[in-house]
């Protein structure tokens, strides 16, 4: 059975901290992705990842960076968290490009930042 | 531009109703694909179809079916005899053939199914 995971369900940090969300897949998928989801707005894209030390930018890349130093671990970095970063974060896997295919989700990881 | 709509925020339905869900969706691709996900309240959305953009036939899976049309460029879903598990967000999603990561995801549509 395919699974996504996620490192924390719920989170709260404080403005200014560094915070690492953590995702993992273990169908040995090359693409892995990085969303928020706001109400009203989907699932906005922030960084993506094709391979092992590849990423290419998403539509909202402004205040995050990612790592991808393992095919099957995917981190999302706020360098330093701002409250208008409290979203919801979801993470994906897909296999590539060769015809698009479904992507396979986290359970999500809500973050809070005060 | 790429570019999907679902324009139905929420709807609330009694149990064994009928629901269809809308999508329309706007790409100057000739190939593409749609998507259809399923977000219950856990949070994790789990996929539900894809079909391309040649194939226009209609799909039926269980209480579940789809009819994509393209003159209309719509991709609506439908549940027969709705159950109060079929409550979520549901997602339509479309992305280019080739060369491209970026899947476009619609708004959401939020579904009730009242006992």
């Known amino acids: 059975d395919v699974k996504v995971t996620q490192s924390s369900r719920y989170l709260v940090k404080r403005t200014g901290e560094k915070v690492f969300l953590e995702c993992v897949q273990d169908m040995d998928h090359e693409n892995m992705f990085w969303y928020r989801q706001d109400p009203g707005l989907g699932l906005r894209l922030i960084y993506f990842?094709?391979?092992?030390?590849?990423?290419e930018k998403g539509d909202i890349p402004e205040g995050y960076s990612v790592s991808r130093e393992k095919k099957e671990r995917f981190s999302l970095i706020l360098e330093s968290a701002s409250t208008n970063q409290t979203s919801m974060y979801l993470c994906?896997?897909?296999?590539?490009?060769?015809?698009?295919?479904?992507?396979?989700f986290g359970p999500g990881t809500r973050l809070t930042v005060t | 531009a790429q570019k999907v709509t679902q324009a139905q925020t929420e709807i609330s339905v009694v149990e064994k109703e009928d629901v269809t869900l809308d999508c329309v969706y706007e790409?100057?691709?000739?190939?593409?694909?749609l998507f259809w996900y399923k977000q219950p309240p856990s949070g994790e959305l789990v996929f539900l179809i894809r079909?391309?953009?040649?194939?226009?036939q209609n799909e039926i899976s269980g209480r579940y079916s789809w009819n994509f049309q393209k003159s209309t460029s719509s991709f609506n879903f439908t549940i027969t005899a709705s159950q109060v598990v079929d409550s979520a967000v549901y997602f339509c999603a479309l992305t280019a053939s080739r060369g491209t990561y970026k899947y476009i995801f619609g708004t959401g549509t939020r579904l009730k199914v009242l006992a």
């Open positions: 790409t100057r691709d000739t190939t593409y694909y």
């Open positions: 994906a896997s897909s296999l590539p490009q060769g015809a698009p295919y479904e992507q396979y």
């Open positions: 990842s094709y391979d092992v030390k590849m990423k």
């Open positions: 079909r391309n953009s040649f194939d226009e």
